[in-house]
């Protein structure tokens, strides 16, 4: 079905019921031909009247579709449709998936939720709400299945066909008389053995086990460093209290990207669904950090008017300065950050990578001050400009490789996310420090 041509033809379809050219049976038809995904991608990209249109005539009959949109399109079914409405919406869906689509709401709003749900439910969505923020906690699968250790192979199987969530599992764990875990048994296993065959036997006792408390990302560490499918999550006590499956996973790891993306753009959330005020609040704070760099850098040029005055050719020259300045600086930058996200750059190797980075500054700066050289001689004719540029690029692109690695790094070791603020601190001290070198280094040899 042609992307574009869906969404115009359900878009006419939705006001035309409103006007009541078509009658509702149309539009369900029509939605009956689309998947869950197709309207996911409907109802974020369309107009805020389709969607209270959808909401209110026809979202009773696609109710998977929440647990796809995105959080600021929740929260708008939320505010539209009222709690008593929204609770009805989202009470058949599965416990964990409820907790995935209530889990940012506010305080409040999540208690007044879970208070007008079904009891079974009421407990579950209550211990996930105990566990901290990002934890493992927060994302285990209750709905889960373990065997005893005393179990043998037929009786596994017995205990495989009466279990309805069996279809799900490719590998099972075992746990002792405290329901601590012990091993886990392959589906291939336990049908590659005899009957009589103890799983103790056979089991994999190299299991790792998640502790409810442990952060998200490590978690997904771990299921990357050991190529994990499924790993048991134990409480304090060691008792076991859910699985963690690869797809939540993918999950945590697909939100942590684009939440890395988006605060590299200094933005915490996306924006295409919210209302210019919030956008507004949300990008004004670094809007006013840059607005305040900026003009210390102007006034740091303004110091050397002097040689400005003499030589106007250094302002023509002064964005090339800042522009191969910043741009090494956001490569070093990105590299610690990535290094930071995977783990793989810590304190005991922090110093390896800001000699490298040197190095790597050094050499650029050389090339880049040879070619600036040849342009310079080119353009302007002037043995002492370029001299002054040739020196200022060689400090400036080293000094820049270094500070692209180092503010990442600085920012993770105060607590905060390297990703939120690296490129804006990155580049405004670049420029700062760029505009310095060049104009103090032709001050001492043009004056």
Not at 131 to 157: C, H, M, T
Not at 316 to 340: E, K, R
Request: charged letters at 20%.
């Amino acid at each position: 079905m042609d992307k574009e041509n869906y969404k115009e033809r359900l878009t006419y379809l939705l006001h035309a019921k409103e006007r009541d050219d078509v009658n509702s049976y149309d539009v369900i038809e029509y939605l009956d031909r689309l998947d869950i995904i197709e309207i996911k991608d409907f109802l974020v990209t369309t107009t805020k009247d389709s969607r209270i249109v959808f909401y209110n005539n026809y979202l009773q009959y696609y109710l998977d579709v929440i647990e796809e949109l995105p959080l600021d399109i929740i929260y708008e079914l939320y505010d539209i449709t009222g709690c008593k409405n929204f609770v009805r919406f989202i009470r058949y869906l599965p416990t964990d998936t409820i907790f995935q689509i209530i889990e940012d709401f506010a305080l409040e709003d999540q208690i007044i939720i879970v208070d007008n749900l079904p009891i079974e439910k009421r407990q579950i969505l209550k211990e996930f709400l105990s566990y901290p923020e990002e934890s493992a906690g927060r994302i285990i699968d209750k709905d889960f299945v373990v065997l005893s250790d005393k179990w043998n192979i037929d009786q596994v199987i017995d205990f495989m066909r009466a279990c309805r969530n069996v279809r799900k599992l490719q590998e099972l764990f075992i746990v002792d008389d405290d329901f601590s875990p012990i091993g886990k048994i392959s589906v291939h296993d336990i049908l590659c053995n005899k009957r009589s065959t103890k799983i103790i036997d056979i089991m994999e006792t190299d299991i790792h086990n998640i502790n409810v408390d442990q952060d998200q990302e490590a978690v997904a560490q771990v299921f990357e460093n050991y190529s994990l499918i499924s790993a048991p999550v134990i409480d304090r006590t060691g008792k076991m209290v859910g699985l963690i499956n690869v797809d939540d996973v993918i999950d945590v790891i697909k939100e942590e990207a684009e939440e890395d993306i988006l605060h590299l753009g200094n933005v915490s959330e996306s924006d295409l669904n919210v209302g210019w005020y919030t956008t507004f609040r949300r990008r004004l704070p670094w809007l006013f950090i840059t607005f305040c760099t900026i003009n210390l850098t102007s006034m740091v040029v303004g110091v050397f008017d002097n040689v400005l005055e003499h030589s106007v050719n250094i302002a023509i020259l002064m964005p090339v300065m800042a522009a191969l300045s910043g741009n090494a600086a956001i490569q070093s930058s990105t590299v610690c950050v990535c290094g930071i996200a995977t783990k793989q750059l810590t304190s005991s190797n922090i110093m390896r990578l800001l000699m490298k980075e040197l190095i790597v500054g050094l050499v650029n700066g050389f090339v880049m001050g040879i070619c600036m050289f040849i342009v310079i001689v080119m353009r302007f004719h002037n043995i002492l400009l370029e001299l002054s540029f040739i020196s200022a690029m060689l400090l400036v692109i080293t000094i820049s490789t270094c500070i692209g690695s180092a503010i990442p790094f600085l920012i993770h070791r105060v607590g905060l996310d390297p990703a939120l603020g690296s490129s804006i601190l990155t580049s405004s001290l670049t420029d700062l420090m760029a505009f310095f070198l060049l104009l103090f280094v032709a001050t001492m040899i043009i004056l």
